[in-house]
């Protein structure tokens, strides 16, 4: 009777010792997100949204810098880290947080668009480099530059003292 008792009790503390070891409790919770084609993802990976993904400065004039800050938000569950961030030409400089953005932390990305000598239309990408789950993002910026008026510089010819009546 004795060896039938020490068997229960041996099983159960076996028993106890496996649940134990299967409940992980550093397991995070996912976060859900939608594919391109609609589909539900789960992921622990970071997750970048942004308010917007493209902004439309309208007309510019030819001449100053125009900015505009793209916010976004991790909603993932891992930090994330933005390991670069570039512009599709010279004329766009991009500004962005080379310090991890934690989970739940909202951040922002600075984009400058410099005008001068830049007259017409414009549609300028943004491509993002992180460990999110979708690796790589790109957002845009676009308008119009409207060449600048020139105020005239040449000199103002007085009239001569000697042609009056």
């Known amino acids: 009777m004795k060896k039938i008792l020490l068997a229960v009790v041996l099983l159960m503390a076996v028993s106890a010792t496996s649940f134990a070891q299967g409940v992980?409790?550093?397991?995070?919770?996912?976060?859900?997100?939608?594919?391109d084609e609609g589909n539900l993802i789960e992921t622990t990976s970071p997750v970048m949204e942004f308010d917007i993904e493209s902004h439309d400065f309208g007309n510019l004039e030819e001449g100053p810098k125009a900015e505009h800050?793209?916010?976004?938000?991790?909603?993932?569950?891992?930090?994330?880290?933005?390991?670069?961030?570039?512009?599709?030409c010279g004329c766009?400089?991009?500004?962005?947080?080379?310090?991890?953005?934690?989970?739940?932390?909202e951040s922002e990305i600075k984009v400058v668009y410099n005008t001068k000598n830049r007259v017409g239309p414009f549609t300028k990408s943004i491509t993002i480099t992180s460990n999110?789950?979708?690796?790589?993002?790109?957002?845009?910026?676009?308008?119009k530059v409207d060449k600048a008026v020139k105020e005239s510089t040449s000199p103002v010819k007085k009239p001569s003292i000697v042609n009056q009546k």
Request: proline letters at 10%; hydrophobic letters at 35%; glycine letters at 6%.
């Open 24 to 35: 992980d409790k550093t397991t995070k919770e996912a976060t859900y997100i939608m594919d």
């Open 69 to 88: 800050i793209f916010a976004f938000k991790n909603i993932g569950k891992e930090p994330l880290i933005l390991s670069n961030v570039k512009a599709s």
């Open 92 to 105: 766009t400089t991009p500004e962005w947080p080379k310090e991890p953005i934690m989970p739940g932390e």
């Open 132 to 143: 999110a789950y979708t690796p790589t993002k790109r957002i845009f910026i676009k308008g």
